[in-house]
């Protein structure tokens, strides 16, 4: 049974990281924001969903943060999507003012770091270091559910979520608003020249990226019942990074099928590696190591990914049919 | 009525007096633009006149460049005025020039690269519905609408400039000739009112400058106002009626390209013993 569990769990991450993906796909293979700040976004998007659900911190309990408030999961889950937009909205008045590409990347992989300090050494607002515990499953009081048979209501409604979001992705990239994106992210010059406004279109991509990001951490604290600050380190950067890049920058399909290789198969098989004792550390070292010979195979010979960016074809336009 | 109006007919180069459009299309007064220590633009004054095909020529380093992407907003101006059809445009940010009706093409083609050819003229009509993210999830029929029309230009516009064959293909993978082709296409998809060309015949065979010069030429025909940088004398002698000779960032001459062969300085910065060969570069 316990099997049962842990494949339920993949299952979940796979659901997961799939909005995730798609967060970090639309900004990056969409607009060609290169948003290294991402798990930001997602960190944002976990700690208010958990900490409005969970309610204020009890008196003793040596915890301390905000915006404890009872709230129902779903409407907390919501939240947490729009404060990431709320980041995404901040960021994006810092960093596409005035600029581009690589100093962008710089700038927001800053922001990421002060953020991460600022979380870390300001106890007050999300309790530092010892993060979010504790928090409330969702639909406990609802269906009487266990520990375990809370793993499969959740994963049901995770799979709700993950098919609507993909829903409205899909049908944002195949928008005209969708070409605009990667009219911007092919040359800002020349859409600019065409009347595009930049800017604009490039906070469009930003925020529609920190909802999902937002979303996304926010059924990772559900499902996990905590959150902290070594959730959203370095390395989580990098399997969002190389999920998207390995599974075809553009695509949500190769999104998705990154999500099911990195994160799923490339993270989790090697923690069934025997254990060392003597080198507990070893495992997790694997798993980075891995990633990035896959990363480096990937971006060596097929450097679009394994399902490359789909060229857009009007012929059902053509043939009066909708494409929505 | 004005003394010198023709009966019946209309003031010389002028806008009908009842007529409140300006006649100059586009209005550069004082212009001034520095890099550093380099006096690109150094108060260049020109106009253009609404339906013409002007051409702005000069030597390398004359601020040509740099006055067109002064002119659209690529980069703003330390001094001097910007008026389209009368509206003071100066230091406008690209987008909003390109909103008021004047497109310009680059002096190496940029095309959208991973967009496929069709996608390139798709992209190009501004105020498009379906760029609005509301629009996306709220109103799929009136973008499936608007998008019909825009296909059904863009085919046309394709088909016109010899690429309809190709528009299922990534912009990158087109020859340098098509590129400049999709370029002009793209501009012509925009339809402006008026028409920045930089260089346009820039590394293309004579074939395709005949080719190009015919496409300006319809394009001046349904209304556009263009205004070309070109290196390529022989072109603008045959398609533009109004020349403007800068150097050293400052307009030298106006003229036609005959009366321009006759002004001394214009012969002593520029033409020098290209006359007979027809360019200059």
């Known amino acids: ?22 967060g970090l796909n639309i900004q990056f293979g969409g607009a060609g924001i290169l948003n290294f700040a991402y798990i930001a976004f997602v960190a944002v998007g976990a700690y208010v969903a958990g900490a409005l659900t969970a309610g204020p911190p009890a008196p003793g309990s040596g915890q301390s943060y905000v915006l404890g408030a009872h709230l129902p999961f779903m409407i907390a889950l919501l939240c947490g999507g729009l404060a990431s937009c709320g980041l995404g909205l901040f960021a994006g008045f810092i960093a596409f003012r005035r600029l581009r590409s690589d100093y962008l990347a710089i700038v927001l992989i800053s922001l990421s770091l002060v953020a991460y300090d600022f979380v870390t050494n300001y106890v007050p607002l999300f309790d530092g270091p010892d993060g979010l515990s504790g928090i409330p499953e969702p639909f406990s009081g609802a269906f009487n559910l266990n520990a375990n ?6 994963d049901a409604f995770s799979a709700v979520v993950m098919v609507a979001m993909w829903a409205a992705m899909s049908r944002l990239t195949r928008s005209p608003l969708g070409r605009a994106l990667r009219a911007v992210r092919e040359d800002q010059d020349v859409a600019k020249a065409l009347g595009k406004n930049v800017f604009r279109l490039q906070m469009t991509a930003m925020l529609v990226g920190s909802f999902y990001a937002g979303i996304g951490g926010g059924l990772i604290v559900f499902f ?5 600050t070594s959730s959203w380190t370095t390395p989580e950067t990098f399997v969002v990074f190389a999920a998207v890049i390995i599974g075809g920058l553009g695509n949500n399909a190769g999104a998705v099928l990154g999500s099911l290789l990195v994160p799923v198969i490339f993270v989790e098989l090697p923690k069934f590696l025997p254990q060392l004792a003597s080198q507990p550390a070893l495992v997790p070292e694997i798993d980075n190591m891995l990633i990035g010979a896959l990363l480096i195979a990937v971006l060596w010979f097929r450097p679009q990914g394994a399902l490359p960016e789909r060229k857009a074809t009007f012929d059902d336009l053509m043939a009066g049919q909708a494409r929505w | 009525m004005p003394a010198d109006e023709v009966p019946g007919g209309q003031l010389a180069g002028a806008a009908r007096p009842n007529q409140p459009a300006p006649a100059d299309a586009l209005h550069c007064v004082g212009l001034r633009k520095a890099f550093g220590g380099v006096q690109a633009v150094d108060g260049a004054t020109f106009v253009v006149p609404a339906g013409s095909i002007s051409a702005l020529i000069g030597p390398n380093g004359a601020g040509k460049s740099t006055a067109v992407n002064v002119i659209a907003g690529a980069v703003s101006p330390d001094g ?4 389209l059809f009368g509206h003071d445009i100066t230091g406008w940010p690209a987008h909003r020039v390109a909103g008021a009706g004047l497109v310009r093409t680059f002096q190496l083609s940029r095309e959208l690269g991973r967009l496929t050819v069709l996608e390139n003229l798709m992209v190009t009509p501004r105020g498009q519905l379906g760029e609005s993210l509301w629009n996306v999830f709220f109103r799929p029929s009136a973008i499936r609408r608007q998008e019909r029309q825009y296909l059904a230009r863009a085919l046309d516009i394709l088909a016109v400039f010899g690429l309809y064959e190709l528009r299922d293909h990534y912009a990158g993978q087109l020859s340098g000739g098509q590129k400049r082709l999709l370029e002009l296409a793209r501009a012509v998809m925009a339809e402006p009112r008026v028409l920045l060309l930089d260089e346009p015949m820039a590394g293309i065979n004579p074939a395709l400058v005949a080719q190009i010069a015919g496409h300006i030429e319809g394009l001046r025909a349904s209304g556009v106002t263009v205004l070309m940088v070109e290196h390529n004398l022989n072109v603008v002698e045959s398609v533009c009626e109004r020349v403007i000779v800068m150097a050293e960032g400052r307009t030298l001459a106006v003229g036609t390209m005959a009366e321009l062969r006759a002004h001394p300085e ?10 007979s060969a027809g360019t200059a570069r």
């Open chain 1, 149 to 154: 048979s809370f793993i499969f209501v959740f």
């Open chain 2, 80 to 83: 001097g005025k910007v008026r």
């Open chain 2, 266 to 275: 214009v012969v002593r910065a520029y033409l020098g013993g290209a006359l």
């Open chain 1, 1 to 22: 049974m316990q099997v049962v569990y842990y494949a339920f769990t993949l299952v979940f991450f796979f659901f997961a990281y799939s909005v995730l993906n798609w």
């Open chain 1, 224 to 228: 996990s019942g905590a959150f902290n």
